[in-house]
């Protein structure tokens, strides 16, 4: 079965600081998609990153990097100069095929306070 | 609209009434997706659509749950004879292309259920 682990249930940082957010997954697909999404309060689920599992250069969007290593299953996202408005719980994903169709495995989220 | 809708957007029924949730997909849209999202479980899939079919139905937690969606488009997430567990944030999101591996899912804000 396939698998997503973030293990840091909650995060706090002061304004400015660097913050990374880990992801870990488990699947036997030799392709898969990684996803990152931002949950703010207002709760919408709000698209970050797609990375396709042969793709493995890292991504720079502003603030926003991602760190992907198939070795290790991981999928890290770091946000440079956190802000306030980053407040929010992020969700690293997992495309997973079942019958020839896409569904998501979420992990747990991880909750981001940024402080001023 | 440009993005993913659903309503309503708050529900609080009491235990035993049945409710129906509503989402209108990105226009153009075929895959659809809905989830859950519960403190204790997360974010679970609950069901897909591929134009108004749903292969798979499985993710349901049981058979009071159902779901339709007429014309390609708008899909109702019907719970029969709710129960306190059923209280959550019901996500609903869509995809371009017939749920392809690795398709983007967008998701709408959601309708938070309380049951009491």
């Known amino acids: 079965a396939q698998k997503v682990t973030q293990a840091q249930t909650e995060i706090s940082v002061v304004e400015k600081e660097d913050v990374t957010l880990d992801c870990v997954y488990e699947?036997?697909?030799?392709?898969?998609?990684l996803f990152w999404y931002k949950q703010p309060p207002s709760g919408e689920l709000v698209f970050l990153i797609r990375r396709n599992s042969f793709d493995e250069q890292n991504e720079i969007s502003g603030r926003y990097s991602w760190n992907f290593q198939k070795s290790t299953s991981s999928f890290n996202f770091t946000i440079t100069a956190s802000q306030v408005v980053d407040s929010a719980v992020y969700f690293c994903?997992?495309?997973?095929?079942?019958?020839?169709?896409?569904?998501?495995?979420f992990g747990k989220g991880t909750m981001l306070l940024v402080s001023p | 609209g440009a993005g993913v809708s659903q309503s309503p957007s708050n529900k609080v029924t009491e235990k035993g009434k049945d409710v129906e949730l509503r989402c209108d997909p990105i226009?153009?849209?075929?895959?659809l997706y809905w989830y859950r999202q519960s403190l204790g479980q997360g974010l679970e899939f609950l069901i897909y659509f591929q134009g108004n079919s749903a292969p798979d139905k499985s993710g349901l937690p049981s058979d009071r749950f159902s779901a339709e969606r007429t014309g390609g488009s708008v899909s109702t997430l019907t719970i029969q004879r709710t129960q306190q567990e059923d209280s959550a944030v019901y996500l609903c999101a869509s995809s371009g292309r017939q749920g392809a591996r690795g398709e983007t899912q967008y998701f709408g804000p959601g309708t938070r259920l309380l049951v009491l």
């Open positions: 226009s153009g849209h075929t895959a």
């Open positions: 994903a997992l495309s997973e095929v079942n019958s020839g169709y896409s569904t998501l495995t």
């Open positions: 699947t036997r697909d030799t392709t898969y998609y």
